[in-house]
């Protein structure tokens, strides 16, 4: 049946070596061209470098666990709200709204792996895990697409009353 939607959560199975739905989500928008295995590797690798400078630098306060700080990192980035653009009255308007879970998800996301891909000379799983590793400590690019957008959320606050 053409244009059937389907309900990707409940297809979603958690990923083989954490057991962690938000990381399969991941790994599934990592994935170019269906090369699952790929994308799984470069994931994997980005965790197992993000553990072994854990192990060695033993920082306070830092999580213990690479999934820990991984979670950690999605939660920095996530954005509570984005501007979109309305037209009232013949003038358009960026109009600061707020987000639902799955479109926050889907930003964070799609925020921290093109700062990863942006990034040139080095392999994406030491890329990526150093994107993750900033935006664990509220660095690097994802962090700064994140507070550009509450900027202009904030800058714009005067027409949020036209948001329905």
């Known amino acids: 049946m053409a244009g059937r939607i389907t309900k990707s959560e409940d297809q979603l199975r958690p990923d083989p070596r954490f057991d962690d739905l938000l990381l399969s989500k991941f790994i599934n928008c990592i994935m170019i061209r269906g090369q699952k295995a790929t ?5 994997y690798g ?9 192990d060695k630098e033993k920082i306070e306060g830092a999580p213990e666990t690479a999934i820990e700080l991984f979670r950690l990192a999605i939660d920095n980035v996530r954005p509570q709200v984005e501007v979109r653009s309305k037209r009232v009255g013949g003038a358009n308007y960026q109009v600061p709204m707020q987000l ?14 093109n700062a990863a891909r942006e990034e040139r000379g080095k ?33 714009n606050r005067a027409f949020a009353h036209f948001a329905r």
């Open 39 to 43: 994308a799984m590797r470069i994931v």
């Open 46 to 54: 980005a965790l197992d470098l993000i553990q072994s400078r854990l």
């Open 100 to 113: 639902n879970r799955r479109r926050q998800q889907s930003l964070t996301f799609r925020w921290v792996i």
């Open 123 to 155: 392999p994406m799983a030491a890329r990526l895990a150093r994107e993750l590793w900033d935006a664990a400590r509220g660095e690097g690019k994802a962090m700064a697409v994140r507070m550009q957008t509450h900027k202009m959320a904030e800058a």
